[in-house]
């Protein structure tokens, strides 16, 4: 599958401790993007990254790092993880990180907290 | 800031009748807009963008400067097209803001 993988699929933890979520982009993407998914929230960026670079910052808790690889995956780290932090993490992918580039989503992994 | 409004979280529509999801954008100026679809158990992905003027799946989209508005169509509507709609939209070099969403439920 060429398109942008994320693991685990599924993450059940407890609060105060820290997960690392990972995504591999597409191949030939050099951006990726990292969204989080509440129910009364919507989808909401966190962070962008290009070719290893940050590139823009959204509502990223400082809980919250993310860092993107020489290899191009990334991993967003969740630390002293709280009940509310329970939601959908996207990871999404493009070619040049541009505003106007079409993003190509992977399927997520789903946080609960407890 | 950018700002994405889409006034309805859920939306029943019979099979066959026409389809309107709203989506309006808060600053003037020539954003590039788009809408994303996420159908159930698959990604979300790109259902269409403006700048293309394209039709996707008998959706349309069309930006609307007077109104800021950027509203998804069809004209009748089918089952498959149940799923959760966003719009979303960029200008210059601020990043993707997506709407809340639309759920899009079609009534057989």
């Known amino acids: 599958d060429s398109g942008v993988t994320q693991t685990p699929k599924h993450l059940i933890t407890a609060t105060g401790q820290r997960v690392t979520l990972r995504c591999s982009p597409r191949s030939g993407d050099l951006s990726v993007y990292w969204y989080q998914q509440s129910l009364d929230q919507g989808l909401q960026f966190l962070i962008q990254y290009y070719n290893g670079e940050e590139r823009a910052k959204g509502n990223i808790l400082e809980r919250f790092s993310a860092q993107q690889f020489p290899d191009l995956h990334s991993e967003l780290n969740l630390s002293s993880l709280e009940l509310g932090d329970s939601a959908l993490y996207f990871c999404a992918s493009s070619v040049f990180g541009l505003p106007t580039d079409t993003q190509y989503f992977g399927p997520g992994t789903r946080l609960t907290v407890l | 800031a950018q700002r994405v409004t889409q006034p309805e979280k859920l939306l029943s529509v019979f099979k066959g009748a026409p389809v309107e999801l709203k989506c309006n954008y808060s600053y003037s100026g020539s954003p590039e807009l788009f809408w994303y679809v996420q159908y159930s158990r698959q990604r979300l992905q790109l259902l269409l963008r403006h700048i293309s003027r394209e039709s996707i799946k008998g959706f349309t989209a069309d930006l609307n400067k007077g109104e800021t508005s950027f509203h998804l169509k069809k004209p009748f509507a089918q089952e498959e097209d149940s799923a959760m709609y966003y719009c979303?939209?960029?200008?210059?070099?601020?990043?993707?803001?997506f709407g809340t969403g639309t759920r899009l439920t079609i009534i057989p």
């Open positions: 979303a939209t960029s200008r210059g070099n601020e990043k993707l803001t």
